[in-house]
């Protein structure tokens, strides 16, 4: 059990770090909007891929850029978007170092996910994003719940075995104690 737990402990630890340097890697990504826009052109260009997708990262590079030159005080919005991923990131650190208190933390990350969802479709549907990329848009709050809901299951699981573990060593000694 005592085994079990560790695991537990262990699977919990590395799927909250990969969330977090996700979201730190995705913050730090939306400061340089137009350099990274171009090099993603480059890449999706080099799998000669020429679909909704490419039509839509030229636009996102043509307004980008535009913007860059006109009007610059316009990035200070995508600033701000990496300001709350980084704000976020910090947020669930109190789960790394310590899942069981921060269980809350959780339930919020949890609840963001399932709400991204619906907001991505209908902003996204108002705003003319392409259906596709509504969808890989989506998939960070599937994924989160997911990710999410699966540390959530153990952490419980480790507090049921944990509570187990306790009545476990009382039954032990209260049974010495009358022994003795």
Known sequence: MQRTIKSNDKYIS?????????????GLCL?????L?????????????RGELYSFLMKIIQGVTY?????????????????AHLMFALLFVGPVIDP??????LRFGLMVCVLLVPTVLIAGWVREIPFIWRCMDS????????????VFKKIKANQQM???????????????????
């Open 14 to 26: 590395i799927c909250l770090k990969i969330f977090v340097s996700v979201l730190v890697i995705s």
């Open 31 to 35: 400061f340089s909007l137009p350099f």
């Open 37 to 49: 826009s171009k090099k993603l052109l480059g890449f999706v260009d080099s799998l000669a891929f």
């Open 67 to 83: 913007n860059k030159t006109h009007f610059p005080f316009m990035a200070y919005g995508t600033d701000f978007l990496g300001f």
């Open 100 to 105: 069981y208190k921060n269980e809350w933390v």
């Open 139 to 150: 998939l960070f709050g599937v994924v989160g719940f997911l990710l999410f809901y699966s």
């Open 162 to 180: 944990l509570e187990d573990l306790e009545k476990r060593d009382e039954k032990k000694i209260n049974s010495e104690i009358r022994v003795a």
